[in-house]
């Protein structure tokens, strides 16, 4: 019997902008209707990441330490928080937003821009882990300032880096990690404290003006938000409406979330 397949991967995004390789998902779904979620944990990544950035997957007991977790005819928790269901009256606007003209949940979450604000977690097209290979951890980046990022990029995604200096593989990749991210992380509260300090006494001398903020009319700002929430806009088009970027539409929301 013919089937479709839809593959993707679950990232994280941190608060330095490191993307993490979380699981594996799959969907797949049979002429008779049937269909099945797979998801393929990543455990190497998931083992180093602490309670505060990492709360699980939702619907899943990733204690049990399965290689896959199946779902036959039923969707998930983690998919159905994200994605609208069959019955939802503005279905077919949301569909010919990103492309689509059959509700594929896991496609959807794959192609949309909405955000998901319970946790930290999105989906993207699949991945292969990389291996990279090279006579000196040095010649991964011209700067030596950027080599501890550049070794946290790798650990964090999930891929591997062979030099005569290092190897970083699953076996090692938690240790690694403990060991360079403190490391990062004090040097960039480091580097953002001089920052500020900067900022300031430029303010003492009269000759910091700083970026002007964006001014918004709070209750447009309010209509297009819940529009956005209720998913009758996407995030481009309230963008659109508000006129600023997407990226700012998004800190604006957060900000207004932290409030309440």
């Known amino acids: 019997m013919k089937s479709i397949l839809t593959s993707g991967l679950i990232r994280l995004n941190d608060n330095y902008r490191f993307n993490y390789r979380i699981a594996s998902i799959e969907y797949e779904e049979w002429e008779n209707g049937q269909f099945e979620y797979r998801f393929y944990p990543f455990y190497p990544v998931i083992d180093m990441l602490p309670p505060s950035l990492f709360q699980g997957i939702q619907g899943l007991d990733l204690s049990l330490r399965r290689p896959c977790y199946p779902r036959k005819n039923i969707v998930p928790v983690f998919i159905s928080e ?3 269901g069959e019955n939802r009256e503005d279905l077919y606007a949301l569909l010919e937003e990103v492309g689509m003209d059959t509700l594929n949940r896991l496609e959807w979450l794959i192609r949309t821009d909405t955000v998901y604000f319970g946790d930290r977690l999105y989906v993207t097209r699949p ?76 303010k003492e001398r009269g000759v910091y003006k700083g970026r002007a903020s964006i001014v918004l009319d709070p209750l447009k700002f309010y209509e297009v938000s819940q529009a956005y929430l209720n998913r009758d806009l996407s995030a481009a088009a309230a963008s659109a409406k508000l006129g600023i970027s997407t990226s700012t539409f998004f800190r604006r929301l957060r900000s207004n979330r932290d409030k309440n």
């Open 82 to 84: 994200r994605t609208p």
């Open 127 to 202: 991945k292969e882990i990389i291996t990279t290979t090279a006579s000196s951890m040095f010649d991964l980046v011209k700067r030596s300032d950027s080599l501890i990022r550049k070794l946290l990029e790798i650990i964090c995604l999930g891929d591997c880096l062979h030099t005569k200096e290092i190897d970083i593989t699953d076996k090692n990749r938690a240790d690694y990690y403990r060991l360079l991210m403190p490391m990062y992380a004090d040097s960039f509260m480091r580097k953002k404290k001089a920052r500020i300090e900067g900022i300031n006494k430029a």
